[in-house]
């Protein structure tokens, strides 16, 4: 017999999550207001807001250079503005809305197998790539080390045998969410069918985690803190907050997850009133890159539909 929590283990790591960021606001509500933004700080926030748009490209250009390496050529489709239009996606409920739209794309292009493994493969070399920047902040009592280990897990031999368990979990999930159901799997062909070590996607999603971790110095930068601890702290501190609002089911985008995680890594380290400002602020800026983005790529599709016309 099984136990199973009602509403499921996504609403209940919402729920804490969203309810410990509420615990620390309420506490914290004397020193909030204590806080200011210069001017300074508020080209800070633009920067800021610049480089999380960068850094979107970076990713879509990263999941590009990932379709090219899995040997999955789609001339068809544009792979670039696909991620930026559906990266917002991310924000409804369910959180896998984005993965539905990319692989209703792709599927008519490369097919069901090779479509699903595209858009799964993708978050597992962004969290390996995430966590390889954690070192950087020290020993850390161990963790640099145990950040390190999940580098193995993309080797062909034990990455093949978790993308088949993915697969066949994720495909009933995004089929129960959908109305129309997907096109049917190839249970002889799940995996991704590739040997060696995929080095250049790899590479490119550090690139873009190190540019997701420039819009939050930013913001650290707009409160007036990028001077009292060593960058290397604010990186680690960040990259496995980023890493587990990416990879624990919760609310969509890591809602709530990245800010509490960040909170418990630096607590003693950085004054809670400024690190909640930068966690909430950072939180306001990746959103709103994500509106622009994606909202730039539909104008522009619209435009060339209207120039055609």
């Known amino acids: 017999m099984t136990f199973k929590l009602p509403g499921g283990l996504r609403l209940w790591v919402t729920l804490a999550s969203l309810g410990f960021i509420a615990w620390a606001l309420a506490g914290h509500v004397a020193g909030l207001r204590e806080l200011t933004i210069t001017a300074r700080g508020w080209w800070w926030l633009l920067l800021g807001l610049s480089l999380s748009w960068l850094s979107l490209v970076v990713n879509g250009l990263a999941w590009r250079v990932l379709v090219n390496w899995l040997g999955h050529g789609v001339d068809e489709v544009a792979l670039v503005p696909l991620h930026l239009r559906t990266n917002l996606l991310k924000y409804l409920p369910g959180g896998i809305w984005h993965f539905v739209d990319r692989l209703r794309t792709l599927q008519p292009c490369i097919g069901a197998n090779r479509a699903l493994v595209s858009v799964l493969l993708e978050p597992l070399v962004m969290a390996v790539a995430a966590l390889l920047w954690v070192p950087l902040g020290g020993w850390q009592s161990g963790l640099a080390l145990l950040c390190l280990l999940p580098v193995l897990v993309l080797m062909p031999r034990w990455r093949e045998p978790l993308l088949i368990r993915l697969e066949q979990a994720k495909w009933k999930q995004l089929n129960r ?102 966690a909430l602020s950072y939180r306001l800026v990746v959103t709103l890159a994500d509106v622009m983005a994606a909202g730039a790529v539909v104008l522009d599709q619209r435009l060339s539909a209207q120039q055609h016309t």
Do not use: K, N
């Open 177 to 278: 969410a959908q109305s129309e159901p997907l096109a049917p799997l190839d249970s002889t062909q799940l995996g991704s069918g590739r040997g060696g070590y995929p080095w250049s996607p790899l590479l490119m999603e550090m690139v873009f985690v190190l540019c997701r971790f420039a819009g939050f110095w930013c913001c650290v930068q707009s409160f007036g803190l990028g001077d009292g601890h060593p960058l290397g702290v604010w990186l680690a501190a960040f990259a496995l907050a980023w890493t587990v609002g990416l990879v624990v089911p919760a609310a969509p985008g890591g809602l709530g997850v990245f800010e509490t995680v960040l909170l418990l890594r630096l607590h003693g380290v950085v004054a809670e009133a400024p690190l909640l400002a930068i």
